[in-house]
């Protein structure tokens, strides 16, 4: 780790607007508010809060899917609303999140056509080369995602995820619906990625088991707010915010 963030999160706010009844009053859900974090080159960071915490809309925030309604978020100095391939997130794969009706070939080049990523040899070649980083073998490459078990949907995501080529991912509930002989694969997986292409990852988890073994830091989030952050041990062994007691706990119950 050295001392520039990648990814420096500035008194980010974002707000959603409802109605309650057709009617109604408009409702203003603060998903995000004032969140301040820096999240640096080669680390880990684990992003745990219960359910409707804003971790997803973070996460869609930090893609540049939506906009901020106050705040900066820069990557490499830059606004990550000028950058769409340097960020990519690697959802959970399981339940229909591929098309189940093209192939491994098709969902793997995908990204690079659509990013123009230069690359040696043909496409076959790169997808091939791709396939073998996330540990599949090329024999699958002409298979439909519904022929594959959930372990290689999981990696052929991943393998979509690196296609680009990106500094950084967003892991979102990455091994959460594989079985845990399967689970323990890919988090294996994602630390090799992590060596061998030196990215940076932004881990969000209900799962704190796997959370301590991937995370080098912890933040937790709480009604849109990043109420505490530190390192792994310093959250797990000696959380200074009662909500992060009580957290902990329903976590460790699960
Ligand atoms: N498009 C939207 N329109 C209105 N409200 C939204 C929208 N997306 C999210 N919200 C609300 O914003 C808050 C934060 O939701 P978000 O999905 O970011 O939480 P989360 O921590 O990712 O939850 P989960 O763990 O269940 O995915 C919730 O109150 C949610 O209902």
Known sequence: MNNEPLLRITELDKFYYVKKSLFGKTHEIRAV????????????LGLIGESGSGKTTLSH???GLIPPDNGQITFNQIDVLHLRRDVQIVFQYTYGALDPLKTVYELVSEPLKLHQIQFEGSLEDEVTRLLGLVGLSSGLMYR????ISGGQKQRVG???AIASRPKFLILDEPVSALDISVQGQIVNLLIKLKKEL???Y???THDLK???HLSDRLAVMHQGVLIEVGTT???LTNPQMSYTKKLLGNLYNE
């Open 33 to 44: 508010q004032a969140l301040n974090l820096c999240i640096y080159q080669g680390e880990t």
């Open 61 to 63: 925030l930090i893609l």
């Open 144 to 147: 439909k995602t519904v022929a």
């Open 158 to 160: 991943i393998a979509r």
């Open 198 to 200: 030196g990215l940076t």
């Open 202 to 204: 932004l881990f969000i």
């Open 210 to 212: 796997i959370a301590r």
């Open 233 to 235: 041990s310093e959250i």
